[in-house]
């Protein structure tokens, strides 16, 4: 036997907490209100709010990440701010405005390294994920887009202007960085597989998608998709489709097609097209459900009042919906037997059961955007 | 602005609770000590033992699995025994002897309802989560094994004696149950894929597997690798390798093969057989890094001192090391930077790196054998 028996002190501390509060943080989540800078904390068990966190900054196209106990939320706003929030105490911990204008950022495999995205001035900054002190700057003299974090204490990024993909690699010393020439023109978002093993771009400035088998030695770019955004009138980049609204639902990913009303079906393995469904409006984000047998469809404004779930066995419709409108987000707890909707212009989140459709419930939150649950620590590339 | 703001007074109380102890709950686990009836908690951040919980019973095979809101441990041992551990008091929440002898467990997607697999008397029987109150008894009058939740509130198991699968409904009033028979003969163990779409049976009375598609509305037995266990004399049923061994690893599955010193490698698509990789000894546990880049594998006594890691992408052993007497059980990290391995006679669970192999700690534990990380919560089937 080891001396490891709690002390009666610790015992009746953790049982004066357990009486006030929610202290597992399984089951959290925080949601962006994208006019009023602030996070609203929600319990997915509970289906209900929590506590408002204020003071966050610019949180238009905000993100954010989290530490592997799930206990601080690392919230990525576009004026450059990086805000450390403590889901446990529900106060910032944190925050530093590190840049100009950024896109993004990603926490290391092991939760020690916090990196942003951007634009102004372009490149890739990292920080202690304990004190948001700056570890390692690395400018690009580039918009930098596309960040995502991969195994070994590396993260990944694209440059717009240069068509270049860097892997900076942070397990040692110094930032050791790996360039890859010839992405294409102007890449304006990437995405990694959830096994960190294909990164996947964008290009703005021509049709296709450029892709890396991050696993191999020496990458190198490899074409694919090459009728990705063809034949339609050029859109603004603000209308191109986020690539994290690709979805993989069993051996396909599903991803919303260019300015069309429909989603692509490609196979997983060599990213050849296998199918396309008819869709309501201009997809925004397709998510899967967690098994892969349904994904969740939302539309581009002025269709944005509606929601389409497909089937992903049959590749058809399956239910249609209007939540309200403006439906921004989509994100299912964990197992999927559930899934949170922001209907940013009804001020709601809405929770419907996936099984039978039915609701279960509804939170006030002020012009809600993105949702995400803490279960996203244990998830790799987010 | 919503009247959503904490109050001095909880804040307070949150931040008494946080000087003390861990309260959030993501990188937590439970380390069971088989021969002392007890668990340890663990901080995988820390790399440390927080506590020791006792009263557990007879642990020997014991499994657990975890509340969503990583709060609560349910722990299944081989008495019949059905304790919940909560984590954040540190303390035995409920404890229940449920039958005479009892062979894993599996709690419902959305948390609610927690499912034993008996021998005896054989069937499943269905608590509350929260009281542990039983809800349903279904007595299936045959020795039942390979029990995992699937979405949908739904249960599946096997039945040895009958050569059956059942599909437990719980989404209504009453448990709904639909019989599959002809799965083969004396199914000894299961597992359902992470997608929960494909459940497949491991067969001790005939050569080879059977397996269901879940998502099928007549889920028809189909057999796949007819030769899994053929050509070697007949093994006593101990000596059948856990299903739960299987490693999804890309688009292959590994599996240690039956009273060889060897993997197979395995289609995910079609089961058909891809490979072999020869091995120190007959495997235990064949665990694919979270990436699938890595597979881990421990093997069966006298030659149980040893891992060897296998790369996937050239299916060639890369890494071997002795960790030291009878490792019993292997769990990753959420996102794979580091991996626990129960060594029962050096009374240790020792922690490494799995990128340069390095050891990153070791903790004392009695006996140790599963090792159960909190993420397990946002995981089907398990």
């Known amino acids: 036997m080891k001396p490891l028996h709690l002390t009666l002190a610790a015992l009746a501390l953790a049982g004066s907490a357990a009486m006030g509060e929610t202290i597992a943080t399984g089951d959290l989540g925080l949601v962006i209100e994208r006019t009023t800078g602030a996070v609203l904390l929600v319990d997915q068990s509970d289906r209900a709010a929590l506590a408002r966190i204020e003071g966050l900054g610019d949180l238009s196209h905000a993100s954010l990440v989290y530490s592997p106990d799930q206990r601080f939320a690392y919230v990525f706003g576009r004026d450059g701010g990086l805000t450390k929030v403590d889901l446990v105490e529900r106060r910032i911990a944190g925050r530093v405005v590190q840049a100009g204008n950024a896109i993004g950022g990603a926490i290391s495999d092991d939760g020690a390294l916090v990196a942003v995205s951007n634009y102004e001035p372009g490149g890739v900054r990292i920080f202690d994920a304990v004190t948001l002190e700056m570890v390692a700057d690395i400018p690009t003299g580039s918009k930098t887009i596309g960040l995502v974090d991969v195994p070994g204490r590396r993260f990944v990024f694209t440059l717009w202007d240069a068509g270049e993909t860097w892997i900076a690699d942070l397990s040692g010393d110094e930032a050791q960085i790996t360039k890859i020439t010839g992405m294409g023109k102007n890449p304006y978002d990437a995405l990694v597989t959830a096994n960190g093993r294909t990164y996947i771009a964008g290009l703005f400035g021509e049709d296709g998608l450029s892709a890396l088998d991050l696993w191999d030695e020496d990458p190198k770019p490899r074409q694919v998709l090459p009728g990705y955004g063809r034949g339609e009138e050029p859109l603004p980049v603000y209308k191109m489709p986020h690539l994290e609204g690709w979805a993989l639902a069993g051996a396909?990913?599903?991803?919303?097609?260019?300015?069309?009303?429909?989603?692509?079906?490609?196979?997983?393995?060599?990213?050849?097209?296998?199918?396309?469904?008819?869709?309501?409006?201009?997809?925004?984000?397709?998510?899967?459900?967690?098994?892969?047998?349904?994904?969740?469809?939302?539309?581009?404004?002025?269709?944005?009042?509606?929601?389409?779930?497909?089937?992903?066995?049959?590749?058809?419709?399956?239910?249609?919906?209007?939540?309200?409108?403006?439906?921004?987000?989509?994100?299912?707890?964990?197992?999927?037997?559930?899934?949170?909707?922001?209907?940013?212009?009804?001020?709601?989140?809405?929770?419907?059961?996936?099984?039978?459709?039915?609701?279960?419930?509804?939170?006030?939150?002020?012009?809600?955007?993105?949702?995400?649950?803490?279960?996203?620590?244990?998830?790799?590339?987010?």
């Open 252 to 382: 396909e990913f599903v991803l919303p097609a260019v300015g069309r009303h429909e989603v692509l079906w490609v196979d997983a393995r060599d990213f050849t097209e296998t199918g396309r469904t008819a869709t309501h409006g201009q997809p925004v984000f397709a998510m899967a459900r967690p098994d892969g047998r349904q994904v969740w469809v939302n539309f581009a404004h002025p269709l944005n009042d509606t929601i389409q779930v497909i089937d992903t066995v049959t590749k058809q419709v399956v239910h249609v919906f209007k939540p309200g409108p403006a439906v921004l987000h989509m994100e299912f707890t964990p197992r999927g037997h559930e899934v949170w909707v922001s209907v940013r212009d009804a001020d709601k989140i809405m929770i419907y059961d996936t099984q039978s459709f039915e609701k279960r419930g509804e939170i006030d939150a002020d012009s809600p955007s993105g949702i995400f649950f803490t279960a996203r620590a244990h998830r790799m590339g987010l």
